[in-house]
């Protein structure tokens, strides 16, 4: 089948002078369905799956000043079987979305407004925010959730079709924040909301089956941001970080927010279908983390992986539009300075001990979701572009040895968060492909780059030419083609 423009959305945008609405940032309007595609280099036969990448894509002009992270969520999908790849990309069709397609016009202001300017009651944490469900997306019980890191409803789509199948029923009315995470050893889900009223924190667990089998609060002393959590074959792990919203400034709507620079970092460890009374708090040197990549369970210890940032509330960026120097800032990661950083929390004693384990600038990191929740030899972090919400390469480190390689791309090129698929056959952790979209601003194309995980450095094992340019984003999942499979013959039987 030749490239299929399926639908073309008309934006109703109209200043696009802005940091984000240009270059690696061009939002996407038009959807497509393409399986015959350049291919240079050969499709690996050992290869099946399905790769998602989230992107933010705004469609009308904005309420005041427009947050990347505000954008609409769009879908690109790029699945493998059998030597073949096909690619397709939808807008996820938000409530949101939909109301603002019938009206022609944004209705809810960002991020970086106060609520009030909002034309409908946002359902988000912060509050009159639009559920733009553009920042994750998962697979879990066979199909797609994409999600949204102010805690929004939750949509399913099918994982190859990427048909639209509406918000997931067992969301709980605090909604589901970015991130949840797939134990692919049981197939459940685990998840985690946030909110302004106490108890501040919610979380739950979804089986295999879809159902909702756990849902418990959290208690926190206040409002908090958390944006990810944790989970070793019997703990989950939640963080109470002192970088949060300012109480004065709350009172009035605005959400600015803080590094309490005195106050410890907490981390709460229950099991995984423990009570509230079970949970046990840890402190730990003050800081953020916006993602962590793995934890498990090493004698008395739980261990937990994860880019412990050095500056979580930046300086304003210099040189940024005016209006804009918060946000510029908060988007480069070498403003907030994320470094490799190990957590050893002791059940028996209570004690926490950190140990930094690189020096560098990474972010986003992946790990073979095989191993997830259990020790990881190996895993595999973006490499941020310095300014810029983009990333330039990926670094593999060895995690026994302490060594480490780096894929750096050329000159303006930037690719999206990886993805590890393994390899089919494969025994060995590091035995699959590193997945990545990689746009080439130059040439004016994208590509879905497959890297041997086992020999980053040797350069790509084939690059697949997109249908058109894809705008950047933030999350990506792999899902693999069996895991699929056996859902879906799981939910047929039921
Ligand atoms: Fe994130």
């Not at 393409?34 to 998602?52: A, F, H, N, Q, R």
């Not at 997306?137 to 797609?144: E, F, L, M, N, P």
């Not at 992986?305 to 946000?327: C, I, K, L, T, W």
Request: with cysteine; hydrophobic share 35%.
């Amino acid at each position: 089948m030749p490239v299929e423009q399926v639908r073309k959305i008309e934006p109703t945008i109209e200043s696009w002078d802005h940091p984000y609405l240009n270059r690696s940032w061009t939002p996407n309007y038009t959807e497509y369905n393409s399986s015959d595609m350049k291919v240079i280099g050969e499709i690996p036969t050992d290869i099946d799956g399905v790769y998602l990448r989230n992107t933010e894509n705004p469609v009308h002009e904005a309420i005041g000043r427009y947050h990347p992270f505000d954008g609409d969520g769009m879908i690109h999908m790029m699945s493998f079987a059998d030597g073949k790849a096909s690619y397709r990309n939808r807008f996820v069709e938000t409530k949101g979305f939909v109301a603002e397609q019938e009206a022609g016009h944004s209705l809810w202001a960002g991020l970086m407004e106060h609520p009030s300017r909002s034309l409908r009651p946002g359902v988000c944490a912060q509050e009159g925010l639009k559920d733009s469900s553009s920042t994750d997306v998962i697979v879990h019980a066979g199909q797609a959730l994409s999600t949204f890191y102010q805690c929004g409803e939750g949509y399913r789509l099918d994982p190859y079709t990427l048909e639209q199948l509406g918000t997931e029923s067992w969301v709980p009315k605090d909604g589901i924040s970015a991130l949840p995470k797939v134990d692919e050893r049981t197939g459940e889900l685990l998840f985690f909301n946030y909110s302004k009223q106490a108890p501040f924190m919610h979380y739950g667990v979804v089986g295999a089956d879809n159902v909702l089998k756990h849902y418990v609060p959290i208690e926190l002393p206040g409002p908090r941001l958390p944006h990810d959590m944790a989970f070793s074959e019997n703990y989950s792990i939640f963080n109470d970080l002192p970088v949060f919203w300012d109480a004065e400034q709350l009172k009035r709507g605005n959400h600015m927010v803080r590094f309490h620079k005195g106050v410890p970092s907490r981390f709460g460890i229950i099991p995984r279908m423990g009570q509230p009374d079970e949970i046990k708090w840890f402190e730990g040197a003050p800081t953020y983390v916006l993602h962590f990549l793995n934890a498990w369970e090493e004698g008395d210890e739980v261990v937990m992986d994860g880019y412990f940032q050095d500056s979580p509330v930046p300086p304003d960026y210099p040189n940024a539009p005016p209006g804009f120097e918060r946000m510029m800032a908060y988007l480069d990661q070498y403003s907030i300075a994320p470094r490799l950083h190990r957590w050893r929390f002791n059940m028996k004693t209570g004690a926490t001990k950190e140990e930094r384990l690189d020096d560098r600038t990474l972010e986003f990191g992946i790990i073979n979701q095989q191993v997830a929740g259990r020790e990881n030899r190996y895993c595999y972090s973006a490499i941020p572009l310095r300014g810029w919400f983009l990333f330039t390469g990926l670094t593999k480190h060895d995690m026994q040895t302490g060594k480490s390689w780096s894929l750096e791309l050329d000159e303006h090129q930037y690719c999206s968060e990886a993805g590890f698929a393994p390899r089919v056959g494969g025994t060995a952790e590091d035995d699959g492909y590193l997945v990545t979209f990689v746009s080439d601003l130059a040439a004016d194309t994208s590509e879905c780059l497959l890297i041997d995980a086992a020999d980053l450095e040797a350069g790509p094992v084939c690059r697949i030419q997109l249908p058109h340019r894809i705008c950047a984003g933030t999350h990506t999942a792999w899902a693999n083609g069996a895991d699929i499979r056996k859902a879906d013959s799981l939910r047929q039987a039921t």
